[in-house]
């Protein structure tokens, strides 16, 4: 699905009452199929940007679009991944994938059926049955984005998805989420703070400026695909994560 962000902006209200710009005014087009990743220093709207193109945050000014058409509520093709993996802690990994099925109102043996299916995948097979405390920091990363998966969407938004593991975990569990694309290719637009990640996964790196986030650098990534992890190694993928972190740096300490 082609999105599409016109000159949108999100102003808050800081703890004094006074107008706090949190986001843009940014532009950009995603089109469809294309997996773009989004870069930024902490605090630059990178969640609201998410949150907005996910209908859950209204715009001050501006647009989020999708097909030409406003988003101004969630819409039934996104599925969104929070920068935490936010489980429920008292129902089990299968209950946990299967909620947005259950809350479509699917009758609980089919949802069961296509959660059992997709467990495999996500290498939880055997953990249906566990609970969140009962889970890695990586295996629970994995329930939240069989929660994406299930729901089949058409376009995925990510808010740093592998936010709070070790880069080796990091790197496995993002080439799994290329893998698990692969079999149904969606848009997807993910935030992430690891400019390997974003060089390695992106079809395209956006580079956003301090708070308000602003379009600083838009980098094409072309990488062939499928990726894989030895291509960190080689001169272009250097070139690339160079220039990005060139972009990011330029933006001052
Ligand atoms: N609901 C809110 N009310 C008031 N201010 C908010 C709200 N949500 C975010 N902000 C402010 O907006 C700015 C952007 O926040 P946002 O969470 O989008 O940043 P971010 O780029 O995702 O940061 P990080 O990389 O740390 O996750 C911050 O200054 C934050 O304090
Ligand atoms: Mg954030």
Redesign the pocket.
Same mark, same amino acid.
């Given at each position: 699905m082609r999105l599409r962000l016109r000159e949108l902006a +999100?102003d808050?209200? =800081?703890p004094d009452g006074s107008r706090?710009p949190?986001?843009g005014p940014i532009s950009f087009e995603v089109v469809t199929e294309e997996f773009v990743c989004v870069v930024?220093? /902490?605090?630059? %709207?990178? /969640?609201?940007?998410?949150?907005a193109l996910a209908g859950l945050?209204p715009p001050s000014s501006g647009q989020a679009l999708c097909e030409g058409e406003v988003i101004d509520r969630p819409m039934q093709p996104f599925a969104i991944m929070f920068?935490d993996a936010n489980l429920m802690p008292w129902r089990t990994v299968l209950d946990n994938i299967a909620l947005p099925l259950e809350i479509a109102g699917i009758s609980r043996a089919e949802r069961y059926e296509t959660v059992l299916n997709l467990l495999p995948q996500l290498h939880l097979e055997r953990f249906a049955l566990a609970y969140p405390a009962e889970l890695s920091g990586g295996m629970s990363q994995r329930v939240a984005l069989g929660r994406v998966i299930v729901q089949n969407p058409r376009v995925w938004l990510l808010?740093?998805p592998f %936010?709070a593991l070790d880069a080796l975990t990091r790197e496995k569990l993002s080439l799994e989420l290329l893998r698990l694309r692969q079999r149904n290719v969606q848009t997807v637009i993910m +935030?992430t703070?690891d400019i390997s990640e974003a060089v390695l996964l992106a079809d395209r790196v956006i580079v956003?400026s301090r708070?308000? =986030?602003r379009l600083v650098a838009d980098v094409r990534v072309d990488l062939p695909r499928p990726r894989l992890p030895d291509m960190i190694f080689d001169d272009k993928f250097l070139q690339l994560a160079k220039r990005v972190r060139a972009d990011i740096e330029s933006l001052g300490a």
């Open positions: +999100v808050f209200r =800081g706090l949190a986001l930024g220093p /902490s605090g630059c %709207g990178k /969640s609201t940007l998410i949150r945050q920068q808010d740093e %936010g +935030v703070h956003m708070r308000p =986030g």
